[in-house]
């Protein structure tokens, strides 16, 4: 009985973006599928099947017993962008999915994440207008999430029936990035945030990007499924995509120096540092798979580099969360 409720009680502290070391996991498994590295994709790849299947039965319990939080963080604008991480989560391993004998379970996860991105639209659409001033990194999931659909879409079959759709959903994600980089580049200018709150969470709008590249790699695939007026298009702007996230990484990487080095903040572990290590696998994979679509020729030294670079992030902040999690003797 002691168990029970202890479990109702943990469930209930359980994070809006819970799902976050699932994506970033899964992704970083891709990564290394693209890099060669079969093996330890796979088992990463595992590792992260299973983390999403406990907490989902968690988030079960915590929708069940703790409904009132559920609702509150979602009418939260600092909290609900956090659950768009459940839509990813899923769309990222359904794409994986869905090219083994458990295609079906794939079809599973893209209707999960498909009716979750809906809802939390929804959700979206009933902020207040100050909300705004609270605007992060976080913001980003929701195109995160949206083209983790797409990315879904061009995966499972029948291809010639989903890929069209994938288009107008790719477009639409691209658009919403661009809006919501418009809100948060005037709160930036308004209000910039102080050091102890500039966390990680802004990588995601570099891993925005790249996802959003990864997908229109995959729709470039399938050309011969798309309007011919829209081929040259969509090549031109996956290149313009990869090219942004690329020019993103610099100033990311002066702002945690500027945040640790110059204002001394503790660089101790925190979930936002899982939206560091989804974005690093998100660029490896985007890059691996712009090198084969549309520079074939090109070396691959940079994306095997790139692969096992962001397998060492995901050890580093894996280390980091076991660590904090382990109990001080006295």
Same mark, same amino acid.
């Given at each position: 009985?002691?168990?029970?409720?202890?479990?109702?009680?943990?469930?209930?502290?359980?994070?809006?973006?819970? #799902?976050?070391? %699932?994506? !970033?996991? =899964?992704?970083?498994?891709?990564? $290394?599928?693209?890099?060669? &590295? /079969?093996? *330890?994709?796979?088992?990463?790849?595992?590792?992260?099947?299973?983390?999403?299947?406990?907490?989902?039965?968690?988030?079960?319990?915590?929708?069940?017993?703790?409904?009132?939080?559920?609702?509150?963080?979602?009418?939260?604008?600092?909290?609900?962008?956090?659950? #768009?991480?459940? %839509?990813? !989560?899923? =769309?990222?391993?359904?794409?994986? $999915?869905?090219?083994?004998? &458990? /295609?079906? *379970?794939?079809?599973?996860?893209?209707?999960?994440?498909?009716?979750?991105?809906?809802?939390?639209?929804?959700?979206?659409?009933?902020?207040?207008?100050?909300?705004?001033?609270?605007?992060?990194?976080?913001?980003?999931?929701?195109?995160?999430?949206?083209?983790?659909?797409?990315?879904?879409?061009?995966?499972?079959?029948?291809?010639?029936? $989903?890929?069209?759709?994938?288009?107008?959903?790719?477009?639409?994600?691209?658009?919403?990035?661009?809006?919501?980089?418009?809100?948060?580049?005037?709160?930036?200018?308004?209000?910039?945030?102080?050091?102890?709150?500039?966390?990680?969470?802004?990588?995601?709008?570099?891993?925005?990007?790249?996802?959003?590249?990864?997908?229109?790699?995959?729709?470039?695939?399938?050309?011969?499924?798309?309007?011919?007026?829209?081929?040259?298009?969509?090549?031109?702007?996956?290149?313009?995509?990869?090219?942004?996230?690329?020019?993103?990484?610099?100033?990311?990487?002066?702002?945690?120096?500027?945040?640790?080095?110059?204002?001394?903040?503790?660089?101790?572990?925190?979930?936002?540092?899982?939206?560091?290590?989804?974005?690093?696998?998100?660029?490896?994979?985007?890059?691996?798979?712009?090198?084969?679509?549309?520079?074939?020729?090109?070396?691959?030294?940079?994306?095997?580099?790139?692969?096992?670079?962001?397998?060492?992030?995901?050890?580093?902040?894996?280390?980091?969360?076991?660590?904090?999690?382990?109990?001080?003797?006295?």
């Amino acid at each position: 009985m002691r168990d029970g409720l202890r479990l109702r009680d943990r469930c209930r502290s359980l994070p809006p973006a819970c #799902f976050a070391p %699932v994506m !970033a996991t =899964g992704i970083v498994s891709r990564a $290394l599928n693209e890099a060669g &590295a /079969r093996t *330890a994709s796979t088992l990463l790849f595992a590792f992260a099947c299973a983390l999403y299947a406990c907490l989902l039965v968690a988030s079960c319990l915590k929708a069940v017993c703790h409904p009132a939080a559920i609702g509150s963080e979602l009418t939260d604008p600092t909290r609900v962008f956090g659950h #768009f991480t459940f %839509v990813a !989560a899923s =769309g990222v391993l359904a794409t994986r $999915l869905g090219h083994g004998p &458990a /295609r079906g *379970a794939a079809y599973v996860l893209l209707a999960l994440a498909g009716v979750a991105w809906v809802v939390l639209a929804g959700c979206l659409t009933r902020l207040p207008r100050t909300a705004a001033r609270d605007a992060d990194g976080t913001w980003f999931l929701a195109t995160v999430g949206l083209q983790s659909l797409v990315l879904c879409l061009t995966s499972l079959p029948p291809r010639h029936v $989903l890929v069209p759709s994938a288009l107008v959903l790719w477009w639409c994600g691209v658009l919403l990035y661009a809006m919501t980089a418009t809100v948060l580049g005037r709160r930036l200018l308004r209000r910039p945030p102080e050091p102890a709150r500039c966390t990680p969470a802004y990588w995601v709008a570099m891993g925005a990007v790249a996802i959003s590249t990864l997908a229109g790699t995959q729709l470039h695939d399938h050309e011969a499924s798309l309007p011919h007026a829209l081929r040259g298009t969509l090549g031109l702007a996956v290149i313009v995509l990869w090219s942004w996230a690329t020019v993103l990484i610099p100033p990311l990487l002066a702002t945690g120096c500027w945040r640790h080095l110059h204002h001394r903040v503790p660089l101790t572990y925190e979930p936002a540092l899982w939206c560091v290590v989804f974005p690093v696998g998100m660029y490896a994979t985007a890059t691996a798979r712009v090198t084969t679509t549309l520079s074939p020729h090109a070396p691959s030294v940079a994306v095997h580099l790139l692969a096992w670079v962001a397998a060492a992030v995901w050890l580093t902040v894996q280390g980091h969360a076991v660590a904090a999690r382990r109990p001080v003797r006295p």
